[in-house]
């Protein structure tokens, strides 16, 4: 099988017998290399757990110290706050079961007068 393919043969300008290329290996230039390659991944790892050990101290901080767990709270707080203000006075919630919305204090002396009324110490 004969291949005519010059790619990968020299020329004879070129000269005869050719050098094998790649024959002189660099052993300070692999040594170099080799540390460069060494100390660049170290890097790159020294500065991703860095950035994560910031990142989630951040996060904890936020977390432990912040009020983020407590915002669902404050918030069902403040609504039911509110519900008990009733600035108004008593509002009407379902008139058919005689059911309304009265302030804390109001409900609280109405409480103390019903059981007032009903002791038998009287």
């Given at each position: ?17 050719q050098a094998e ?53 404050q918030q069902y ?46």
């Amino acid at each position: 099988m004969s291949h005519d393919d010059n790619w990968f043969r020299h020329r004879e300008e070129e000269g005869f017998p050719q050098a094998e290329h790649g024959s002189h290996v660099s052993a300070t230039g692999l040594g170099l290399t080799l540390l460069g390659t060494v100390f660049g991944v170290l890097f790159v790892i020294l500065v991703l757990v860095a950035y994560f050990n910031s990142y989630t101290l951040d996060k904890k901080t936020r977390l432990v110290e912040g009020t983020t767990l407590a915002e669902p709270y404050q918030q069902y707080r403040a609504q039911m706050e509110a519900d008990l203000a009733l600035v108004n006075g008593p509002q009407l919630v379902n008139r058919d079961e005689g059911i309304a919305k009265v302030s804390k204090d109001t409900a609280a002396a109405m409480v103390v007068r019903q059981y007032a009324e009903e002791s038998p110490d009287r």
